[in-house]
């Protein structure tokens, strides 16, 4: 596994070794050792979560306050997704800023997403099926989300022609009105 710094020291690319000929490929999408071994890190993942949505679709930006603060393994299994993770941790360095990473089926990469980001995806193909690891059970009474248009946060989401989202994340809120990390 080959692991590639972000501008944002805590926020990881994983990159896994494919085996791949004629026949197709094969690659390890997780192993906790290898995992471990790679990023210094001891997780302990306890939900899967799996979406398909069709281009345009924009997930986020969405997180989950302590005590059921998510840290988050993603990774897109069919087409291609731009991936964002921003900082909301109040005493880091680089807080309100994020890091965005292009996933698909065709890199293989991951994002490992600590506790204390938002984190938030748009579709770039046709559709693209996102599937990622959570540290943390889903507590609905626990999880916020910010603007994904945030003029504060500034994200620069690829061109797209229309942005679809959810009744939840239209109702998102801006940074600086957030719950955040303390």
Known sequence: ?????????DVLILEPKVFGDERGFFYESYNERAFREATGLDVRFVQDNHSRSVRGVLRGLHYQLPPAAQGKLVRCTVGEV?????????????FGKWVGAHLSAENKRQLWIPEGF??????????AEVLYKTTSYYAPEYERCLRWDDPGLALKWPATNKIILSQ???AAVLFDKAEIFS
Request: proline residues 6%; glycine residues 2%; charged residues 25%.
């Open 1 to 9: 596994m080959n692991v590639i710094q972000t501008e944002i020291p």
């Open 82 to 94: 731009f991936d964002v993770a921003v900082d909301i941790r109040q005493n880091s360095p680089s």
């Open 118 to 127: 938002a984190h938030g995806f748009l579709v770039v193909s046709e559709v």
């Open 168 to 170: 939840k994340d239209e």
